[in-house]
């Protein structure tokens, strides 16, 4: 009996000490990909404006949990803020601008399918086209362990050789919120001026 | 197995932590619950068990037997996502908090037969671990006795590696826990919707936009603190608070950034949506706002992943401000509780224990921080909506600024210069911040003079009988 355990447990960690880094990295591959994947499907076959919305937020995370396996984490969190966080307006505005029934479903003309196909495969083409031109010859160049990418060299980045365009585009957000801003505050409510007192008085007398 | 657990200590880490945070959650609604009643003046649970002690178990029991209950208009697929959603995210949050800094071990391997033993050695380290050093290789010769071999000939090699004791190290790990906490308000907003119930969906409305109003000066102010360390991580930022300044005041955050701080706990207030922030749920206007459709463990889930998130936030709360898992003044005694092996690293030690002791402390400063949660729950009235509002986007989101350039002068002009990985926060640095706050302080204090007078929200109706006029008193 001592001897099995013996067996078990050594037999045990051997297979526990193989399957460790490369088996968990593709099982989290397959399943970050076909998390994406599967989201992506159902967002584009779901006719209702929240789900669609949800998919999207599950594709937006599979791609965040790819990016965390190629040890890309700082592009991995601002997807996950920027990206799947910013899914939430969308679902809002699918509510709020759809909110004459709750459950309003997408009844697509067949020329507005016709047309979405076409871009979609137009898209589509020209994806596979830029992935044959530029084929990653995969494995060759793996960087080595440990290696990461660090923040501050992209701070430094942004704030050195790339300033302008990243000026130009915080720029261009600020002009963005503001006419947001400025469209969403609308005219001003009039408040109805305050009555006099000799009004008021009148007033008491007529209710009174 | 063990040495499994010895080349993948994270594991067995994930599982203690997960373990604890879920455990303790159970006895937060127990401390909850108490705290009410101190604050009512009256005495609490105490029929189950000592002192109420078994009370999370009797609440868990009547939460698997009450009915699963679901509106039958209700989106199905999304109504059981949304807690679901909201649980896993608070879980995989917990991943990066940094319990006790890092576990410098010394592991002798037996590596005979290997045809190359310092490779062979090196696989030893866990994944998670950073080699010191390169490994030391011994050849023990064959003790023969008269011809006959006692014992075969050996090689063994000695390797030092350090690993951080929690469950993952990621150089973005403040980025991170932002990041997946800003999605616990899908569960809210899916769940609110889901139900087609209109209370729900109106208490989903507020969360959603208390939250996009809130998340703006909570990273702001998370930020303040990022810069004056230039690191994004957890570990390392409370590594770095680990130190005195005139070897009597401890080195944290809170005494450099107090306003910060106070930023910080209101917005995680918000975040947790509990009072006075808690617009999404009110019970005098929503019946449960987004839950009220919820029984059962769908509404555990969303109850465990409040309180699972208020540990998060505040063990965040405690790693950005309170020095993280260094326990001060003792360590002037016990010097190994700081370090003692790299002078300019105290947050690495030999001794397993202190890594515990240390998880115990960052653990009861987080217990202590949410404890100031369930006070103020129970002592504040709930904000209006456009007091809320008014909260964040005319006091938090402007202060929060104004911090933000007071941090990057005083870190331009007083920053330690040399070695940036072992920046940390000098006397002379630690003054101007506080002279920054004081004046932030009484900046914010005379513009708010300068300020015209927040908008009349509650349009006063002039007429008889509303109790805006008060003719209508000496009229009738």
Redesign the interface.
Known sequence: MRLFLQLT?DS??VI??QT??ELTTAVLFYLFASMSAAAAVWMVLSR?I??TA?AL?FTL?GVAGLYFLLDA??LA?????VY??GT??L??FG?MLTSKS??SKFEPKLVEVIVAVSVAAVLFVALLMAINNSMPTFGTDAQPA?A?Y???LLGQALLGDYLVPFELSSVLLLVVMIGAAYLAKGRKHE??P??T?SE??R???R?? | ?I??FQ??PWIIIALVAHGAVLGTVAYLILLERKTASWVQDRIGPNRVGPWGLLQPIADGLKFILKEDYRPASA?K??FS?APCLMIIVIIISIAVLPWGGEHQVTRTIDVTGQTDARLAAISHVP?VG?MVGEPKIEQIAATTDAGEVMAPARTLATVTYRYPFQIAK???GV??I???L??A??GV??GG?AS?NKFS?LGA?RA?AQ??SY?IPLGLSVLCIVIMF?T?DLGEIVEKQVSYWGHVIPAWNVFTQPITFLMFLICIHAEANRAPFDLAECEQELVGGYHTEYSSMRFALFFLAEYAGMITTSAVCVALFFGGWHIPWLDKIWPALSGGVDPTNPSITTSLTVCLIRTFAFFTKTVAIIFIFMWVRWSLPRFRFDQLMMLAWRALIPMSLAMLMVTTLVVYYFGTEGN?AYMRVGGKMAVALMIGNVAVLAGTMFISKLLPAPP?TN?RV????SRF?R??V???
């Open positions: 447990t045990m960690t526990l000490a460790s880094t209702n929240v789900r949800v937020l995370l984490e700082f969190a601002v997807q996950l803020v799947a966080g939430l307006i679902i809002i509510v709750p459950y440990g990461r660090p923040v501050d408040a109805p305050a009555l007192t008021l008085s007033q008491a007398k209710w009174s | 197995m040495e499994f080349e993948h989106d697929v999304l996502l994944s950073v990621l150089n973005i980025l991170f932002l990041g997946v800003s999605l308000i899908y907003v899916l919707w087609n969906f409305l959603t939250m996009v998340e230039g994004l940036r009349e349009r002039r007429v008889i009988g006029n003719t209508s000496a009229a009738g």
